[in-house]
């Protein structure tokens, strides 16, 4: 895989695949998450399971990010020119970004190209990542709001973050690991605490979304505790631009 990079993103065998994400009380999409495919010749459909932790080790993970992100406003464009309805898409970004000073303008720049509104479009940061090095974290995600992108905290829960983190980071978004609803739920003890998380992100004006679920009784629990968005495979799985596009045009306005 490693050698075969530059001509894999050239030829286009690198693409974002789309999940939607939904209002869990009518079903209606919110926006959708871009997952990068590897379509490769020799070896089939990649998941990014298996390459995106080598080409974070080597820093090439920098390139297929920026690819995907051009290619989610590639196709952002060709939404709206055919009058879909547009919705915001989230695109996942490693933590190398944060030792790029020019990442915040990298993407204003992309999203010009295709003229797409940066309110539509939202970086994901792992919860992990931002760990690491907080400091930098913290001036990218500032950098981003600035310039009006929408940011999200992922994988929330999953390691050992602490609550002074959320307070710190000011993000649009948390998105709560999927851990806690799958691994978690029904428990009691789970539910109080996944409910504080919630409350606690409400009321600082952050829109919460779990991730992971599954059934019609952990949307139901996570309904009650007072989170109305979800992404899972209960509602969508990700699916290829041409299958989410039919999915979307389904959508009243
Ligand atoms: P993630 O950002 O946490 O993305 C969600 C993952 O959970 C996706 O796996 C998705 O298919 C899976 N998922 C969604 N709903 C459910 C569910 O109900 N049940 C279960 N069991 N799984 C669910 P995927 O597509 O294999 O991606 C894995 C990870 O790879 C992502 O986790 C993200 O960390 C990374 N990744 C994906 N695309 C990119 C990218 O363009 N750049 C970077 N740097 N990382 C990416
Ligand atoms: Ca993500
Ligand atoms: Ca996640």
Not at 22 to 50: F, K, Q, Y
Not at 154 to 167: A, E, R, W
Not at 193 to 221: D, F, K, N, Y
Request: net charge negative; aromatic share 8%.
């Amino acid at each position: 895989l490693n050698g075969r990079l530059e001509t894999a993103l050239k030829d286009g065998e690198l693409v974002p695949w789309f999940q939607a994400k939904v209002d869990m009380r009518t079903g209606a999409i919110i926006g959708s998450e871009a997952l990068v495919r590897w379509n490769h010749p020799v070896h089939g459909l990649l998941m990014p399971g298996s390459f995106i932790p080598l080409f974070e080790r080597n820093g090439l993970v920098v390139d297929i990010d920026m690819h995907i992100f051009e290619q989610v406003c590639m196709t952002m464009q060709s939404w709206r020119l055919r009058n879909l309805p547009l919705r915001t898409v989230s695109c996942n970004f490693s933590r190398l970004h944060f030792d790029r000073p020019e990442f915040p303008r990298q993407l204003v720049e992309i999203a010009g190209r295709y003229a797409i509104p940066h309110d539509l479009l939202e970086v994901e940061i792992t919860e992990s990542a931002i760990m690491k090095n907080p400091e930098a974290a913290w001036l990218r995600l500032i950098q981003l709001k600035q310039f009006g992108f929408k940011t999200a905290i992922d994988d929330f829960g999953s390691g050992y973050s602490s609550l002074g983190l959320v307070q710190m980071l000011n993000a649009d978004v948390i998105k709560i690991d999927r851990s806690f609803v799958q691994r978690d739920l029904p428990g009691q003890r789970a539910q109080i605490v996944l409910g504080s998380i919630i409350r606690l992100a409400l009321e600082l004006e952050m829109a919460v979304i779990c991730e992971g679920v599954e059934t019609a009784e952990q949307a139901a629990i996570l309904m009650r505790l007072g989170c109305f968005k979800a992404q899972g495979f209960y509602y969508a799985t990700p699916e290829p631009e041409n299958e989410f596009e039919a999915r979307l045009a389904m959508q009243i306005s």
